[in-house]
């Protein structure tokens, strides 16, 4: 069952591979506009065999782990006390759901105005594009607790920050997740979003790199490694995190 | 000490914006070690009168007294056993039930000796490394107990904490619940709507009336134990039980 699935998706995508080479062989465009995949495979490999695509990844991905870092600390934090003092969810709740409208891309101008070009400016846009999902998905998993299980604490002597980190987290974790998991797509776009306007080293200046040197197999190869990571995080990171909790907190 | 008193105890809700008195002066005394079931019909408040009696729940008038001392707050000599168990799924069976034990910050090597007692004693062992959706029902309402007893309370409150169990996983927690009482002398406080459950735990049955409930009538249920539930001797209390419970009369 799972083999034949497997099985599927790898068809699906030679598919799309050999569609995507008859429609180059059939040169309708010329190759600076539409590449053959093979060019897009071969920048690929010249990427990875100067260093530069390993050292982009490497860059967007530690800005994209510090700026998730400070969504999900600030996120929870924030949603916790939402959940828990009405005031709060009064004043800051709604402008919480006023900033999670905003694009994170919209941030680039105040963080370079703050910032200037520097890790930083590209971090903080990472992180305030993330941070109100997951302040969103932690006041609603507080606010779903089962009221019982916060009596059953008390009773039996927690209180205060006890009772934020032996019960609140813990069962409010399965949102949580779904907060981080929407925390991260939203800080991939983010970091992604910021280094093409920052053009500051990362996948997202490479990207745009490609852009300058009008070179479109460049452009496609990086938007292919934008996607690849996109679906290795979600599949093994998130879905994994997820289907874990989920059977130990008996909701599957 | 466990003597619990309830002096005149009230609770309004607010029912389609109308304050609706739900306890209408509930007075009961459970001594040092007694186990007293407490029955009425649906909607009654017995479950709200135990939350009260708990902490966590304010009436809105009348007072809780512990061996002659006023009570306002939930504490760890009154620990209550809910009717879905409230277990933590997050936790091992061996840790939901050293979870008091933990906040109070007792060391690990200890806990896990007290705990080994009580895992015992409710025939938990062998699970103490499951999670609780590994457990049956039945299973689940074990540990919720044995996560009550290692707190060593003075008194239990048992909020109908058999209701969703099958008869035959009942049955025998009925008798096991009466063994622990002996064994554990314990003040026990149970809520039911199951006139025969009551009739076989409690030593004195409390008989709420319709809201405002008040204690109707308190029936001694004056017979050697272990009983079960089967017994026919037991009729006769369960027959009394349930016409003071019929004899309500509309409010």
Not at chain 1, 178 to 195: D, H, L, M
Not at chain 2, 131 to 160: C, F, H, N, W
Not at chain 2, 202 to 219: E, L, M, Q, T, Y
Request: aromatic residues 10%.
């Amino acid at each position: 069952m799972k083999a034949n699935l497997f099985g599927k998706k790898i068809a699906f995508y030679i598919a799309i591979i050999i569609v995507w080479q008859a429609i180059d062989s059939a040169d309708i465009w010329p190759d600076n506009i539409f590449p053959s995949p093979i060019e897009v495979g071969e920048d690929l490999i010249y990427g990875i065999s100067d260093g530069s695509l390993f050292y982009g990844i490497g860059t967007s991905m530690w800005r994209l782990i510090v700026g998730l870092a400070i969504a999900i600390g600030g996120g929870m934090i924030l949603g916790i006390f939402m959940a828990r003092v009405e005031t709060v969810n009064q004043t800051i709740g709604s402008l919480v759901l006023g900033l999670q409208s905003i694009p994170s891309v919209a941030w680039v101008p105040l963080a370079i105005l703050w910032f200037g070009l520097t890790d930083a400016g590209i971090i903080f846009v990472t992180a305030i594009g993330a941070v109100f999902a997951v302040t969103i998905n932690v006041y609603t998993g507080v606010k779903n607790i089962d009221p019982s299980y916060i009596e059953a604490a008390r009773n039996m002597g927690a209180k205060g920050s006890q009772l934020i980190t032996t019960v609140l987290i813990p069962a409010a974790f399965p949102y949580m997740i779904t907060g981080f998991k929407q925390g991260w797509a939203f800080a991939w776009r983010g970091v992604i979003g910021a280094e093409l306007l920052f053009s500051f080293l990362g996948l997202g200046f490479l990207l745009n790199v490609g852009r300058q040197l009008n070179d479109v197999s460049q452009v496609i190869a990086m938007m292919l490694v934008i996607m690849g990571i996109g679906i290795l995080i979600d599949g093994f990171v998130f879905k994994r995190l997820e289907d874990k909790v989920m059977s130990r907190w008996g909701l599957r | 000490m466990g003597k619990l008193e309830a002096k005149n105890i009230e609770k309004f809700f607010q029912h389609d914006g109308k304050p609706l008195k739900a306890l209408g002066g509930v007075n009961l005394t459970v001594n040092d070690g007694e186990f007293v079931c407490i029955v009425g019909p649906s909607g009654c408040g017995k479950s709200t009168f135990l939350r009260i009696l708990a902490g966590l729940e304010k009436p809105d008038g009348g007072e809780i007294m512990l061996d002659g001392k006023k009570l306002d707050d939930t504490g760890p000599e009154r620990i209550m056993v809910f009717q879905e168990g409230a277990l933590f799924p997050w936790l091992t069976v061996r840790n939901n039930v050293e979870y008091g034990l933990k906040i109070s910050g007792i060391p690990e090597k200890e806990r896990n000796e007290i705990s080994n007692r009580y895992l015992d004693m409710m025939q938990l062992t062998q699970f103490a490394n499951s999670y609780t959706y590994q457990l049956s029902t039945g299973m689940k309402q074990r540990v919720a107990i044995a996560r009550a007893l290692v707190m060593d309370p003075d008194v239990l409150l048992m909020d109908e904490p058999f209701a969703a169990l099958d008869s035959q996983t009942r049955d025998l927690l009925l008798v096991e619940m009466q063994l622990i009482w002996q064994k554990t002398q314990k003040t026990i406080i149970f809520v039911t709507h199951n006139v025969p459950e009551a009739a076989v735990l409690g030593s004195r049955v409390a008989v709420f009336s319709a809201r405002p409930s008040i204690v109707k009538k308190i029936i001694d249920v004056d017979y050697k134990r272990p009983r079960v539930a089967e017994d026919e001797n037991l009729g006769a209390y369960e027959k009394e039980i349930l016409s003071s419970l019929r004899h309500q009369g509309p409010k």
